[in-house]
């Protein structure tokens, strides 16, 4: 088990390059290539590091974003919550007390619990209407069935009054007779 309090006084760096076993956390990417990996746009990446979603992400000396294999484990976090409904706000409440350190770790958790709830109401109310959809697929399955059944017998319909000889002819045919 990790110990996490022995990670105080240590950067974000130094403890990720611990907890990555070394040098997996030591590769540096670009935006540009965050951008590639993670399929978040250049301005998206921007916006999170204004709005303080990636506090992690240290600068080159000219002011170029220098990301790691964490900071995209983090990007793939923040993607996660976003994706499932969690607002930017409660994501960056999180990662505020993620930088609190442990003392934190109960709130932490609770966001989590919240999060869960509000996914699985969602979950229902998603197969609620699931059902209603895929009912509605059933009538339209058979409406189209009928249809075609009713399609196909006007065409034989039509097909018997066609090869039928008309009244006039067959009223000539049989006078002829």
Same mark, same amino acid.
């Given at each position: 088990?990790?110990?996490?309090?022995? *990670?105080?006084?240590?950067?974000? $760096?130094?403890?990720?390059?611990?907890? %990555?076993k070394g040098e997996a956390s030591m590769n540096?990417?670009?935006?540009? !290539?965050?951008?590639?990996?993670?399929?978040?746009?250049?301005?998206t990446l921007r916006y999170y590091d204004k &709005?303080?979603?990636?506090? *992690?992400?240290?600068?080159?000396?000219?002011?170029?974003?220098?990301?790691?294999?964490?900071?995209?484990? %983090?990007?793939?976090?923040? #993607? #996660?919550?976003?994706?499932?409904?969690? =607002?930017?706000?409660?994501?960056? &409440?999180?990662?505020?007390? *993620?930088?609190?350190?442990?003392?934190?770790?109960?709130?932490?958790?609770?966001?989590?619990?919240?999060?869960?709830? $509000?996914?699985?109401?969602?979950?229902?109310?998603? !197969?609620?209407?699931?059902?209603?959809?895929?009912? $509605?697929?059933? *009538?339209?399955?058979?409406? #189209?069935?009928?249809?075609?059944?009713?399609? $196909?017998?006007?065409?034989?319909?039509?097909?018997? @009054?066609?090869?039928? =000889? &008309? =009244?006039?002819?067959?009223? @000539?045919?049989?006078?002829?007779?």
């Open positions: 088990m990790i110990d996490f309090d022995s *990670f105080l006084g240590y950067t974000y $760096r130094e403890k990720t390059a611990v907890l %990555w540096i990417y670009t935006i540009k !290539e965050v951008s590639e990996k993670t399929g978040l746009s250049i301005y &709005e303080g979603l990636l506090p *992690f992400v240290e600068r080159s000396e000219s002011g170029i974003r220098q990301f790691t294999d964490a900071d995209l484990e %983090w990007l793939s976090t923040i #993607c #996660c919550l976003k994706d499932t409904g969690m =607002p930017l706000k409660e994501i960056k &409440e999180y990662i505020d007390l *993620f930088l609190e350190g442990t003392s934190t770790l109960e709130t932490r958790r609770q966001i989590f619990i919240d999060h869960r709830v $509000r996914l699985l109401k969602k979950i229902e109310e998603l !197969e609620k209407n699931l059902e209603m959809v895929e009912h $509605r697929i059933q *009538f339209y399955d058979e409406a #189209c069935a009928i249809y075609e059944a009713r399609k $196909r017998e006007n065409e034989t319909d039509k097909e018997e @009054k066609a090869e039928a =000889p &008309e =009244p006039a002819a067959a009223k @000539k045919i049989k006078n002829a007779g």
